[in-house]
């Protein structure tokens, strides 16, 4: 015999919409550093200047700074819908900067050009280590044929993943955003570093991050990110590329990407201490989760991990 269940899931659903609602009053923010130096140890803010990639157009997707759309996917595939990330960078040097060169191709197979902004850039691109340690978050350059550079910090020997985040602003999947990804590896001898334990609270630069929610996986749910220092609620937060703070996250095994979405605009320099996020992890398991955020015109990056059930 079966017993209904429609009371129970409109209950729910009135209680998501309240919850929704609330979160729209909150701050948040999803931007990124304009420095090249890390924080934190093994960790490179890279959001380097991009001439072709930071001209003034209107935002993609026309609403509130930090309200982008949902990236398609985990990321975990060089190609989805007919786009693809090429790159002949399969073994980059370690111990040194270096360039990583890649193009995107479309469903004509031809270099797409024309990206629409996203956090006023056309181009993220992310490389993080297979045991998911030094994360770069760089704003890569495009010449005039469409292929991108990154201009990479030192990398540790080991295997990395290189993602880059966009949406086109013409053709087939014009609107749709994508991320895709390849490997390369930097030769030498690669030392695991096994995974920090799951924890709601990290230090960096003095300030105090702290995390309140428990993701379920596969499932929208309300993540609130609260930023003190010396015990204090921090309210000086600054926008980045429009937005409080960017939140990325990879996961345990298969670094497999995801990008928590904020849910409210800016409002000067005045971001915190509370910053909102709807937090969607795909996967149940570990997630190492990157948040950047700015004050004083100096960049951070905070580093936890987050189990989601």
């Known amino acids: 015999m079966f017993t209904s269940t ?12 309240g919850t929704a609602a609330a979160l729209a009053l909150t701050l948040a923010a999803c931007g990124s550093s304009n420095d090249s130096s890390s924080s934190m140890p093994g960790m490179d803010h890279g959001t380097k200047p991009s001439t072709s990639a930071s001209a003034s157009t209107s935002p993609s997707m026309g609403g509130m700074p930090g309200m982008d759309h949902m990236a398609a996917g985990n ?26 060169r890649f193009t995107v191709t479309g469903p004509d197979g031809k270099p797409v050009t024309a990206f629409a902004l996203d956090q006023t850039k ?37 295997s990395w993943r290189m993602f880059a985040s966009f949406t086109p602003d013409s053709g087939a999947g014009k609107g749709t955003a994508f991320v895709l990804s390849r490997t390369a590896t930097a030769p030498g001898t690669a030392a695991k570093t096994p ?27 309300p993540m609130t990110v609260t930023v003190t220092k010396d015990g204090k609620p921090v309210t000086d937060l600054q926008p980045y590329l429009g937005t409080y703070a960017h939140l990325t996250a990879f996961h345990e095994g298969d670094t497999a990407f995801a990008h928590l979405h904020p849910t409210t605009k800016v409002n ?42």
Do not use: C
Request: glycine content about 12%.
């Open 122 to 158: 056309r181009m993220h691109f992310y490389a993080i280590r297979s045991d998911l340690t030094g994360f770069q978050h760089i704003h890569p350059t495009m010449a005039a044929d469409g292929t991108w550079t990154a201009d990479l910090d030192a990398l540790a020997p080991g």
């Open 268 to 309: 000067g320099d005045h971001g915190g201490p509370e910053l909102s996020f709807d937090a969607e992890l795909p996967t149940s398991g570990n997630w190492r989760l990157f948040l950047q955020f700015q004050t004083g015109g100096t960049p951070h990056t905070a580093a936890l991990t987050l189990n989601a059930g």
């Open 195 to 221: 995974l920090p334990a799951a924890a709601k609270t990290a230090e960096v630069d003095g300030y105090t991050v702290t995390v309140k929610g428990d993701p379920m996986a596969g499932m929208e749910h």
């Open 75 to 100: 990321g975990l595939t060089d190609n989805k819908d007919g786009y693809r990330l090429t790159s002949k960078d399969t073994t980059l040097t370690a111990g040194r900067q270096a360039p990583y």
């Open 6 to 17: 429609r009371p129970t899931v409109r209950r729910r659903a009135l209680a998501a919409a």
